[in-house]
């Protein structure tokens, strides 16, 4: 066989549909124990559910005692029915008001200082941690976990101990959106997989997690639901979320295994609804993002209990391996809850009286100070710059600071959370590590990561107090509602303002400049982002916005030492790799352009735009079947990938496969955004005619 010559190829694409691509491209898109063997594991199942971004006082069998009269609360018939056969815990408390940190907790039954999972996006959890699903497989039991989003995703290490973990959530689109929203998958396609699952399972015994988490936002119910809840949309994912765990719950009942499942519904922190001044949740501690549901029903769980003493996610492991009869984990810090769900009991010993919560992101994000507290069932003590307590007793919804009325409380509160979480958590510096060891070899073997010191914050309450910054909290909200709306100049104004009094603020920057992106005003995004990283304002995102901004005005050397920079900071940004890939290719530097596309497919290998970019590399290398192997791959892996289309059919072309370049042209025609690929349309419309006029066989 004649290897075709790619020569004229390699320079027509170069100079030609490889330069528009360019622009088209940054578009769019965007330890194990061995099992005792004096206890027999109990043979039961244990379904774990957990509900996220759900506040407490928005479930029906919670909403008597919501302390903010002003909200509504949806109708969630199949948990109100599952608390009234089992037990409900009026005060279960979360530790960090957010995704990842808060379902570590749960799974390790320990505090974020020791699972090590301080925010978002940037830990993974170690394998030297005991699970709380490792536990159940190492005692025999099928384990398998359902996720709701990527906030949960295996690359940050919760998927230990987990035999199945369904977390592939679709991918386009994820560029663009807020930092701390993920791609994400409706309830009902996560219902179905996880009944999938229990067909099959359901009959030996199982250790099941399934995770919801359509009630964070963007609240976007489907119908019934939005109609039902056209001012509460929030609500509304509450409702539905509910529809759907009582598809679960009929299926127990059908299969006659209710009463040897132990059924666990959790929330795993609220949402602030704007209670305190902030929307969602990350930011502050109040009870609005970590009071969340919590109800346990199954053998031995007395129906229609209800539990007033406050209980905190901690306590959830060693609930569940006590009802399995697991080995202790002796690395828990919570207790079980036992005595309370069978007896009403108080706990013995402290109990679950000691509640420690923290976040990490306003530090992490706003380059505010960070917060911890101590809630008892009685108070709660905030430390922060201005430090608050609250008597919950008196003041549920935590509106009246009364330090200056009870120094002495506020000063035993404070002192206990150095003695819970330790005194080397004072001045703490801490590390990013935002990918596992394996991942960073393998990235290093390639050469990236080692060139960029890790990104590290200290813990020591500097920067602004987070309630004095309410108003920025505020202008970032209303910049949501603007942006949506297409507002984009007026969001960029308030973002102006917001910026000039919060200079060191990586997401108000950051929100100011993509506000400039949606104008076309390149320049001034530019200004924005350099400005923010010269106040210190710097992030992953900030300066891979940096580095496409560039490109976007023909700098292409600014642009790819932005980006590589970009993904020092940050090298699980995957388009980050893609565009630097691109540019890279761009300027003929093709060995450096296969690194960053590699440096996709090792940490994700099904990232089809990563083989579309390997396709690329191969046609610079004169290596037909090589490209031909990669742009196939990418279809393969998302059918809605135009670009390889587009690539198989000039290769094809250039190769003289008359009818397989003219199907692949067609099949571009045929998906293709007419607004996204507004430039190239004509230019193969006109290749196809081309085609056609050529006698067959040529
Ligand atoms: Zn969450």
């Not at 030609?16 to 199942?45: H, I, K, Y």
């Not at 949806?74 to 960090?96: C, M, N, Q, Y």
């Not at 630097?580 to 940490?603: D, N």
Request: glycine share 8%; net charge neutral; hydrophobic share 40%.
């Amino acid at each position: 066989m004649i290897r075709p010559s790619l020569g004229r190829f390699a320079v027509y694409l170069a100079a030609g549909w490889l330069g528009v691509q360019l622009t088209f491209s940054l578009a769019c898109r965007r330890s194990s124990e061995p099992a005792s063997t004096q206890v027999e594991p109990r043979d039961a199942n244990v379904l774990f559910i957990t509900l996220d971004t759900t506040r407490a006082d928005h479930l029906g069998c919670y909403a008597a005692e919501s302390v903010h009269k002003k909200d509504g609360s949806a109708k969630t018939p199949h948990l109100d029915a599952l608390a009234a056969s089992g037990a409900r815990f009026a005060e279960a408390i979360a530790e960090v008001p957010l995704t990842l940190p808060s379902h570590a907790c749960m799974f390790t039954g320990t505090y974020p200082e020791v699972h090590g999972l301080r925010d978002m996006g940037g830990f993974v959890l170690s394998p030297q941690h005991l699970t709380l699903a490792t536990m159940a497989r190492n005692a025999g039991f099928q384990t398998a976990a359902f996720l709701g989003s990527k906030a949960v995703g295996h690359q940050w290490g919760l998927s230990q101990g987990f035999e199945t973990y369904d977390d592939n959530m679709p991918s386009r689109g994820t560029e663009g959106q807020l930092p701390g929203v993920f791609p994400e998958r409706r309830a009902s396609v996560t219902t179905d997989h996880a009944l999938d699952w229990l067909r099959q399972h359901g009959g030996q015994k199982f250790f099941l997690w399934v995770h919801y988490y359509d009630p964070h936002e963007p609240y976007d119910p489907p119908a019934p639901f939005n109609r039902q809840y056209p001012h509460d949309p929030y609500s509304g994912e509450i409702a539905y979320t509910d529809q759907q765990v009582g598809r679960l719950f009929d299926f127990l009942k059908q299969q006659n295994i209710s009463d040897k499942t132990l059924v666990v519904v959790v929330g795993d922190h609220g949402e602030g609804l704007n209670d305190h001044g902030e929307g969602t949740h990350g930011i502050f501690i109040y009870d609005d993002t970590v009071h969340v549901p919590l109800i346990v029903a199954g053998p031995t769980v007395p129906a229609g209990r209800v539990i007033a003493n406050q209980v905190r996610l901690v306590d959830l492991l060693p609930t569940v391996a006590a009802f399995l009869r697991l080995p202790p984990n002796p690395a828990a810090q919570g207790v079980s809850l036992w005595p309370l769900i069978e007896r009403g009991r108080e706990l013995p010993g402290k109990g679950s009286n000691y509640a420690y919560i923290e976040t990490l992101y306003p530090k992490t994000y706003m380059n505010w100070s960070e917060l911890r507290a101590m809630r008892t069932d009685r108070w709660k003590f905030i430390l922060a710059p201005h430090p608050e307590l609250y008597d919950l007793r008196a003041d549920p919804a935590e509106t009246q600071n009364v330090i200056a009325l009870h120094p002495a409380e506020a000063d035993q509160l404070q002192k206990k959370i150095w003695e819970i979480i330790g005194h080397q958590s004072q001045n703490q510096t801490v590390k990013y590590e935002p990918m596992s060891r394996e991942s960073r070899q393998e990235l290093e073997s390639l050469g990236y990561v080692s060139a960029g010191p890790p990104r590290e914050i200290v813990l020591n309450m500097s920067g602004p107090d987070p309630k004095d910054r309410v108003g920025t909290l505020q202008a970032m909200q209303e910049y949501d509602r603007l942006m949506k709306s297409k507002a984009f100049a007026r969001a960029a104004r308030i973002m102006e303002v917001a910026v000039r009094t919060d200079r060191t603020n990586p997401l108000a920057n950051l929100y100011l400049g993509r506000a400039y992106e949606r104008l076309g005003n390149w320049r001034r995004a530019i200004e924005t982002y350099r400005a923010a990283t010269q106040a210190g304002a710097t992030s992953g995102e900030i300066v891979s916005r940096l580095g496409k901004a560039y490109l976007r005005v023909g700098d292409l050397k600014g642009g790819i030492d932005a980006m590589e920079r970009a993904s020092q900071l940050n090298p699980t940004d995957l388009d980050n790799f893609r565009n630097l890939g691109i540019a890279l290719l761009q300027s003929g530097r093709v060995e450096e352009a296969e690194r960053a596309f590699k440096a996709i497919t090792v940490q994700d290998e099904h990232y089809s735009a990563a083989y579309n970019g390997l396709g690329l590399v191969a046609i610079q290398r004169g290596d037909a079947a090589g490209a031909l192997r990669n742009f196939q791959k990418a279809i393969a892996l998302d059918p809605t990938e135009v670009e390889p289309l587009l690539n198989l059919g000039l290769l094809y072309q250039k190769t003289g496969n008359r009818q397989q370049a003219l199907r692949y042209y067609q099949e571009f025609l045929a998906k293709a955004s007419p607004k996204e690929y507004a430039q190239l349309i004509p230019q193969v419309r006109e290749a196809i005619q081309e085609l056609r006029a050529t006698p067959p066989g040529k």
